[in-house]
């Protein structure tokens, strides 16, 4: 097989003359060579998720096609949105990311979806699940699975969730990028922990992402109904890093065995 080469883009080319640069990722065993073209100012890790959403569905295309060469089938399909009543754990990079996606959209649109991320939140608050989240944050050392059977039960529903599907396909959360199952559909809408199974993947991007955004931004892992809550509190950072710094640092984490991307059931 040769050589697989991604060309990847984070930043607007009219905006600014982008700095180009390569990485060689071994995922699976198998080298990866990433061109990428790159904001060449100081950004945040929000700046830099177009490479990482693109990492993320190569990573995700080579656990699929090991899954079917060991003769199973990814069970996921448009119409089933049992997984998006999970607790979806998402950076503040990637928070930032939604409420601009939020911000952008046409007002009757922008105000329905604020609307949903409202009524989660205060399904959450009135089941007592919030305290659980909160304390569950500052402890990541801690396992999130339990918590996140309780969550599901719960049937709070993503507020991007609309005829039982992502609206926001293009620009979900990496978490959600890397949840394929190839056990029966119908198991992920009464999960236990041992009836779901999980498509393997060579790299884990969603935890590196979490892993070093929360590390800079001194900000832990947050459910992704919380997402507009935190930017109202916290509008903006400084941007001290270069986009080449950040990418390095995610990169490095890759094959990181820390457990904090454990809000789903895996
Ligand atoms: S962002 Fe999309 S895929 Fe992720 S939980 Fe929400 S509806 Fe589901």
Redesign the pocket.
Same mark, same amino acid.
């Given at each position: 097989m040769s050589e697989a080469t991604l060309q990847l883009v984070a930043g607007d080319p009219a905006r600014h003359a982008l700095v180009v640069g390569r990485v060689v990722l071994v995922l699976g065993g198998e080298p990866v060579t990433v061109e990428m073209a790159v904001p060449p100012d100081l950004v945040g890790f929000e700046d830099i998720l177009p490479i990482l959403r693109g990492v993320t569905d190569f990573v995700v295309d080579r656990g699929v096609e090991e899954a079917q060469a060991a003769g199973r089938t990814v069970s996921c399909r448009a119409g089933c949105?049992a $997984?998006?009543r999970?607790l979806?754990p998402i950076s503040q990079a990637e928070a930032r990311a939604l409420a601009a996606l939020i911000a952008a959209m046409p007002k009757p649109r922008r105000d329905e979806i604020r609307r949903r991320f409202d009524a989660a939140l205060q399904a959450l608050q009135a089941c007592g699940l919030t305290a659980e989240i909160d304390a569950a944050r500052q402890d990541v050392s801690e396992s999130t699975v339990d918590l996140g059977m309780r969550y599901f039960r719960q049937g709070v529903a993503?507020p991007?969730?609309e005829d039982e599907a992502?609206?926001?396909?293009p620009d979900?959360?990496l978490s $959600?990028r890397q949840y394929l199952v190839t056990s029966p559909a119908a198991n992920c809408a009464s999960p236990t922990a041992n009836t779901i199974e999980m498509v393997a993947l060579p790299a884990r991007p969603s935890r590196a992402l979490l892993l070093a955004d929360s590390e800079d931004a001194g900000v832990s892992w947050m459910p992704?109904v919380y997402a507009l809550r935190y930017v109202e509190q916290v509008p903006s950072r400084v941007p001290a890093r270069t986009a080449p710094d950040i990418l390095r640092d995610v990169f490095s984490r890759f094959q990181s065995a820390d457990h904090t991307d454990r809000g789903r059931s895996e």
């Open positions: 949105g $997984c998006c999970q979806v993503c991007f969730l992502c609206s926001i396909h979900r959360p $959600c992704l």
